[in-house]
Structures are given as C-alpha cells and as structure tokens.
C-alpha cells in the first residue's frame, strides 16, 4: 500500500483520511487542534443539488454517507434532513431554478417548483417573492461533530492523526512529492501528499511552485436568541437575490451571506496562526442581511442576536474548488478552496480523491474542479485580491447565461489584443483569455444586456458568419495551446497517445483525440508533422496546464522534449468562401495546391508564418501562426482587404451546426471517441492508450451516443438539460447553440441506446429536451445540418 501524507485537520482532510485508511498507510497533519481552522465555524449546510450533473453527483454523497458514519462510529454528527427552499425574486431567476430542478429530478432528488405561497413556513413573508425551488434532500450537520466522527472512522481503520504538528514545506524532488519537512526540520517521507489545509494551502503551494489562487476573506453569519413556535426541523432558507442563507439551530436561526467586495484576510498575518480565530464583529459588511433576514422572517424584530461569528473562509478566483493532482508536480495533490460549502462538500471530495490517489486516475470526470484547469497568473495576490470583490457573491449572484466577470479583467491578452479592440471586439473571457466575443459596428452592439432567452448578440453573429458565404473572416485562435515534440522518440510518444496515425508524410496533419486507460478522452487535438523528429500539437486553451503534465508524464524516460509554444504565436483564423483569394492578395504562395489538413511555410503581407488548413467553423480555410511580433501587420493588412473579424459566439454557433465537439462539455475523461461518434479517428492497426477499453466497449456494444438535436421552438439550450423519451429521462444535453448560419437551434446530447443500435433506429424515437420547467420537441438530426458532405470546408 502506498505511504501518503495529508496536510490539515479539518473536513476535508479528515474526510480523505477516512476514505484512504485501510487502501494505503495514511498518517493526517494539523498544525493545531483538528477543525481549529476554518471547519469548526462552518454553518453546516448539507445541500445535494449543484448547478451541474457532476458537481451534483458529488454532492449526493454526503446524504448516503453522514448516516453511515454515525453507524460506524457511535458518534452523532447532527445530521438531519430538514428541506430547503431556493426563493427568487427576479424572473430570470425562475429560469435558472427550472433548470436546476429538473437536473435535481434527473438523480432522483425531490426537487420541485412552487409558487411563494405554497412554502407555507409560519412567519415567513412571501412579498417579492416570485417563485421558489423545494429540495426535500437539503439538511444540517454539527461541523465538529461530523469532523469527530471522520477522524474515530479513520483511527479505526488505521489511519494516524497528529495534531500540533506543523508542516514547514514540502519536499519536491525532481519534480515529484517525496514527502515534508516539519518546522523541527523532521523530514517524513511519503508517495504521496494530499494539501488539504484550506487558505494556508498557498503558502506551502507557493514555495513548491504551485499556483493556487485562494485568498481569505471574512466570512459572517449570526445566530439568534432562542425563537419560540419555530418549525422543528427548520428548512434552510437561500434569498438568492439578496445573497443570504437561514438555517434553524436548536430553536434558534442563524443567518449568513455571501459578501459582495469581501474583505480579504491575510492567512499569514499575525492572527493567520491562532486556532478557532474569531475576528470582529462588522455590522456595516453584514446590515445588507440583516435587513434581507429582517423582512423575510419579521419575527425577528423581537429577536435578539446570540452570537455574531466572523471567521475566516477561503474562496478561489472563480468560485469553484481545486481538486486533484498538480500539473507540474507529481504525486502532490491538492483539496482546496472550498468557497464555504467545504463541510458539504467534503464526502465527496474525500471519496473521488482517495480513488485518484490510490489508483493514479481520476475515477469520473472532475474538470469542473480539476487543479490542472488554473492558470498559473491568477494565483498573483493582486489578481485574486481583486477577484473577491465578486467572487464570494458568486456564490448566490444569478448565473445568468454567458455571465462575464468584471473584476479581475485584463489578465492575459494576445499579442493582438489592440487590433481586435480598434475592430470592435466586445471582450468576455475564454479559457482565461481576453477574447472578441462579437465585434460592434456602433455604439448600440456594445454592453449588450444579459438574458434567459433571446441573445442580444444573436443578430450580430449572424452577420458575422454571412459574410464567409463570399468573403472572409478573421477569428483569433492565438489562445489555443501550442506544443512542440521534437526528439527521437517523439514519433513513438504520439503514437502512444494518439487514438489516429501519425506517424504520416511531413506536412501533414490529423485530427485525435488523446484517451485515458478507459478510452475516455483526456484532449482532442491537431497534431502535425514537421520532420521526422518534429510534431506539433494543438489543442483547446483551457487545457494548456492538462496538456503539458499529461505530455510531460508520457514523456518520461524517453528521448523527446516537449516545449510550449503557446505565447510563442498569435493565430489568425482567416476563413470562408474568400479566404483563398484573400490570402493570395498578399502573398506570392500557392494557396490552390494546398490540400486540406496540411501544414506549409509561407508569407502573407511579408511576413513569414505557417499556415495549417483546417477549419473548426466548417468553411473553406487557414489557420496562419506568426510570431507573436509580426502578427499587427498581417491582421492589418487582411483588414484592409475587406477581412472583418467573427468572434467567439459567432464560432460557437459555426461549430455546433457542423457537429464539431468541444472538450469539457460534448468530450471528456468519461466519454469514448465510439460514443462521441468520433470512431473514424481511430487506426485499429496500432497500439494506443485505451485501446483495450475500446475495443471492449466495441465487442460489447455501445450503450449510449452523443447526437444531434435540431429543436424547432427555440429555446436557449446551455448544457445539462434532460432528454426524454416516453415519459422517462434517456440522457442530458452537453452543449448547445443556435446556427450562425442555418439559424437552427441545435444540442449536442449523450442518449441511452439499445447495444447494437443503429443511428437510423435512433432517429425513429421521439424525444423531448426539458429546458426551463418545458418540453420541447427534438428532432434526431442523421447529419449536421451545413454543409454535411464537407464540400465548403475541403473545397
């Protein structure tokens, strides 16, 4: 059994203990008492529905094991299945509760929508009140409680817990975790640490070389005096729009929000060491709540206030936990940043991440929380001090459909960021990235209003895309992560990795996914051949962190060198009907005998890059890669000749009505190429990763398929939403958009399937995609609905 180390005593380290002992030698380190950090004030909430199937399935958890545990152990942990309501005041608000509530009934929790009349709670004033979401499921548990209870399960199975015991810095060895070294310059070796020690994790993160943006902030609720005739189980309330939670505490009421423009607290400063810190009391931070709370539940004006707790909470830049192994240092794995549902959160956080830990793979796709998902530049203080200015309120701010950040902007840009702002690029944030999102004519495209429904950008888009029926457009795709293998084994790496063969002619490129040991597919990529020796590899920006560990683990032992190339290059995307001769404009080379997917040298405008003919918008077109130096005058000189840029919404659209995949939504750990529909990438006639899995999967038959949708009402479909069939729930949407060009509403869904079913069979079902609290008809398309055969695209 392997040696592991966990740093931090409270429910999540204490959590991963429990589910490690037995399965490895585990020995837990608190710098204190355990939960004398953040557990121990913790509200207790216990909520099982999350905005997403996965983070759902996680959260599920708690419910199946909290009990268990006081089976186990004879302890209680206070849990108790109270109800919970979800209030909403604003409209749009209705629509993302619709949404989560029929995910919630998709897993079988009891989640339901009601009028504000129905919640039926003695003293609760409904005025404002536009609708709710009922989850039977939500409950409390005791924090402490719950934490004595992991530790007794863990000791039981043999896991060592030691408190007052403080870890100085980690002991990195050639880019591998080897164990600790305590502050009394005692090393412990291990293989394997897990740093589950909250917002303290950055310090000792930090002198690893580990990026992990957690900042501390003041986090406050308060309790009441006792309150007479309350309901006994008291259901947590959420005043969503008003950023404020109510839970009932043994016949008293504790209040908590969740702070916009949250003060940041310095986990290192002079109080950073004092165990079960309570820090003063702040009315003006916590008076917006009060007064929420105060005209939601009246009876408080005769309450008084028991105890006003301020403690410190840890919250990440985008208000999404880390989990998982570190990209750049093996054996190191992190749980952190738990953005105060940690005490929730941690049965299943503790259950995933003892399986990746003991097994060296995640058991079911995390990206959501995947520590491999962050750019090292936004764990800088001043990026993720800024960040908590809306951070925190995330938490319960409406999620409204292409929501952008405001706070923390302007972190990373490409070399052309100037260009495509004087060409009127409205920016959001892609992969982390300042990117177009669509580009404005007039002062009336700009600052469009956010909706649940119709886009504001939508006709804007459409115009974007028109012009690649004669013309070309420009689409900026520097963000894309660019990966140079170059060495004598670089050829039998890829070919490892890669499900398609590369192993082809000089200048030729294929499109692959790279699989796990399951066939589930960790990046879909384009790798192109330069020489003999020489590859370069292209793939989504989100997984530039993924890519290089996944890249440079494969690459152990061998005789190859992996550099990334990432900011090395902008790339202009110049596609559509006249990008040929937009290209051959400006430049002397033979842009007709250019087959599709290869790869030259050439010049445009005097510049020499390369050029890559691909296309993910499905049109006729090139992907140019010039040095990040030289790209202003190609960009300018392409403008000039009547090339006007598309963004990312308008490629969004592109994509979706040409079938094409995009990783993290349509792709994942969890899905094969054979269920993506992505089988002609495969070359049976080699070895690879995961073939074993696929072929498997092959003999046995496939047991779902991702398809196309065409939905004729329509309705704004984003992701998650379930897809029905006589009455029963056959799948969940992955993606969606509407067609740039075929003005078509269409989803990318995984459905269930007979084994042997075949695509015309599927298309005879009738089904039904539930979107927002409706049914809406969904029609099985046999092929993407432009341009099908390719014609446009290879043209």
């Known amino acids: 059994m392997k040696n592991i180390i966990i740093i931090g005593g409270g429910a999540i380290g204490l959590s991963l203990a429990y589910h490690l002992a037995g399965r490895a030698h585990v020995t837990l380190l608190e710098r204190n008492q355990l939960t004398s950090g953040t557990s121990w004030h913790a509200a207790g909430i216990v909520g099982p529905l999350r905005a997403s199937a996965n983070m759902t399935k996680l959260a599920m958890y708690a419910g199946e094991l909290f009990p268990k545990l006081e089976e186990e152990t004879g302890l209680s942990t206070g849990y108790r299945q109270t109800g919970g309501y979800w209030l909403a005041r604003e409209d749009a608000r209705m629509d993302e509760l619709h949404r989560i509530a029929a995910l919630g009934r998709h897993f079988g929790l009891g989640a339901s929508i009601i009028a504000p009349d129905d919640i039926g709670l003695p003293s609760m004033n409904a005025d404002g009140l536009v609708g709710a979401l009922r989850v039977e499921q939500d409950a409390n548990v005791n924090p402490v409680d719950l934490c004595m209870a992991y530790a007794k399960a863990a000791r039981a199975k043999g896991a060592v817990i030691r408190e007052e015991v403080r870890v100085a810095s980690l002991l990195i060895e050639n880019g ?126 005769d309450t008084g206030i028991q105890h006003f707790m301020n403690g410190p909470e840890s919250f990440t830049n985008d208000t999404r936990p880390y989990i998982g192994q570190t990209p750049n240092v093996d054996g190191l794995f992190v749980a952190a940043g738990m953005n105060s549902v940690g005490v929730m959160s941690s049965a ?204 440079r683990r494969h690459s152990a032992g061998l005789n190859v060198s992996v550099t990334d190339r990432t900011e090395d290059e902008v790339v202009i995307g110049v596609m559509g009907a006249g990008a040929r001769a937009a290209l051959a404009a400006l430049s002397d080379d033979d842009w007709h005998n250019f087959p599709f997917s290869t790869r030259k040298d050439v010049t445009v405008a005097g510049v020499a890059m390369t050029a890559l003919r691909v296309s993910f918008v499905g049109e006729l077109g090139w992907e140019l890669y010039i040095s990040a130096d030289q790209g202003g005058p190609v960009f300018d000189a392409l403008y000039r000749n009547g090339a006007r840029p598309l963004g990312f919404y308008a490629l969004d659209g592109c994509r979706i009505e040409k079938g094409f995949k995009h990783w993290g939504h349509d792709l994942s750990t969890d899905i094969t190429p054979l269920e993506a529909g992505l089988g002609f990438t495969i070359d049976w006639t080699k070895s690879f990763i995961g073939k074993e ?60 399937i007979a084994p042997g079913e075949k695509l015309t069979e599927s298309q005879t079902r009738h089904f039904e995609i539930e979107i927002a609290g409706q049914r809406h008809p969904a029609n099985l398309l046999m092929r993407p609905p432009f341009d099908p055969t390719g014609e446009r695209m290879r043209g």
Not at 377 to 393: D, G, P, W
Request: net charge negative.
């Open 348 to 551: 299943g956080i503790g259950h995933v991440l003892s399986d990746w830990m003991v097994n060296d793979t995640a058991p079911v796709d995390l990206w959501e929380v995947d520590v491999a998902r962050v750019d090292p530049l936004t764990a800088a203080a001043s990026h993720i001090e800024s960040r908590m200015k809306e951070a925190v309120a995330d938490s319960f701010s409406l999620h409204w459909p292409f929501k952008q950040p405001k706070a923390g902007r302007g972190l990373r840009k490409s070399a052309l960021h100037d260009h495509w702002r004087v060409a009127g690029a409205q920016f959001g944030l892609t992969a982390g990235w300042e990117r177009g999102l669509w580009y404005a004519q007039d002062e009336a495209e700009m600052g469009l209003p956010y909706s649940v429904g119709d886009q504001s950008w939508y006709p804007i888009i459409r115009r974007e895309a028109a012009q690649m029926s004669d013309g070309a457009a420009l689409v900026d795709l520097s963000p894309f992560g660019k990966y140079e293998i170059e060495g004598p084994d670089a050829l039998s790496l890829l070919q490892s990795l890669a499900c398609a063969n590369v192993d082809m002619e000089n200048g030729c490129a294929v499109y692959t996914p790279l699989l796990n040991a399951k066939g589930g597919i960790e990046a879909d990529v384009t790798i192109a051949r330069i020489t003999e020796a020489r590859f370069r590899m292209t793939s989504a920006a989100a997984l530039r962190q993924k890519d290089l560990a996944w890249l």
């Open 176 to 301: 591998t975790a080897k164990g600790v070294t305590l502050e009394d310059g005692t090393e412990m070796l291990a293989d394997s640490v897990a740093l589950c020690a909250g917002a303290w994790s950055k310090k000792l993160a930090d002198a690893a070389g580990v990026a992990l943006p957690l900042q501390a902030v003041e986090h406050m609720y308060v309790v009441t005096e006792p309150m007479s005739d309350l309901p006994a189980p008291y259901p947590v309330l959420r005043d969503l729009d008003r950023g404020f939670y109510v839970k009932g505490d043994a016949g008293k009421l504790v209040i908590g929000g969740f702070e916009p423009d949250a003060k940041v607290w310095d986990a290192f400063g002079p109080e950073g060491d004092r165990p079960f810190l309570e820090m003063p009391e702040d009315w003006d931070q916590f008076l917006p709540f009060m007064e929420g709370a105060l005209d939601l539940i009246p009876a408080l004006v």
């Open 693 to 752: 899995a696929l072929l498997a999967q092959k003999a046995h038959g496939l047991m779902r398929r991702q398809v196309m949708f065409d939905l004729p009402t329509h309705p704004l479909v984003l992701h998650d939403e379930p897809v029905w069939e006589k009455g029963r729930i056959v799948g969940l949407t992955t993606s969606g958009a509407r067609g740039a060009r075929t003005g078509r509403t269409l989803a990318l869904a995984m459905i269930d």
